[in-house]
């Protein structure tokens, strides 16, 4: 029998595709069950999938049940390998905000976004960005495993975002929790900003620092 993390990818997937945080055959997403990782497939649309559409591979990427897995594989594997065990579930989207912020060519980058929101700073931040690399290549990967020291969540510059957490539901608020950010920011870019003060943030940081930067 299948492991529920299994279905529970596959319902965090449709659930994506559902309501538009992914679209066409964009997005992928893995969990890690002891000494294997279970990602979506390549080339399918993330709504209707099963546990048996899924491809298995070990840590090292080798097939383990003839399904494809997303050509994204690499990023995910060395993204696992970097955070250590307390990492067991990865989201890559191409949600539209977020996209559009990793194509602003005034992005600060060391501080992408403004501290509107205490949720931001629980959930997202530190927020890494990367320099953009072609998809599926391996300097993706490398990059991504880098920041994955470090950060839970990284923006790949004009390509979209990959979060992890402790279980595939965590890594999935930590997207949701940016590409509504995202939005925000865009809502409200024209606008003179009431931010949350230093002292705002370091009261949300003593009672939920989840950071790991
Ligand atoms: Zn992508």
């Known amino acids: 029998m299948a492991p529920s993390e299994l279905q529970e990818l596959c319902d965090t997937a449709g659930s994506f ?14 969990v890690r069950v002891g000494p294997h990782v279970w990602i979506t497939p390549t080339g399918k649309p993330l709504r209707d999938l099963e546990p048996e559409h ?11 049940n003839g399904v494809l897995p997303s050509k994204e594989y690499p990023f995910h594997l060395l993204a696992y390998e970097s955070a250590g065990p307390g990492v067991a579930g990865v989201v890559h989207l191409h949600s539209t905000h ?6 602003l060519a005034t992005l600060d980058e060391s501080d992408p976004l ?33 920041a994955a020291e470090a950060h839970h969540c990284i923006l790949l510059r004009n390509h979209g975002i990959v979060c992890l957490g402790g279980t595939i539901a965590e890594a ?4 949701e929790e940016l590409e509504e950010t995202a939005k925000l920011f865009f809502l ?11 002292d705002q943030r370091d009261e949300i940081d ?3 620092r989840t950071g790991r930067a």
Request: proline share 10%.
């Open 98 to 103: 977020a996209v559009a912020l990793s194509c």
């Open 54 to 64: 899924l491809a298995q591979i070990d840590l090292q990427g080798a097939p383990l």
């Open 172 to 175: 999935a608020d930590r997207a």
């Open 114 to 146: 403004p501290l509107m929101t205490p949720y931001y700073r629980m959930r997202v931040h530190p927020l890494a960005v990367l320099p953009y690399f072609r998809p599926g290549s391996p300097e993706l990967a490398e990059a991504v495993g880098r």
């Open 188 to 198: 409200l870019r024209h606008e003179r900003l009431n931010l949350l003060t230093p």
């Open 17 to 30: 595709h559902r309501r538009g945080y992914a679209f066409g055959s964009t997005g992928n997403l893995s």
């Open 206 to 208: 003593r009672a939920f």
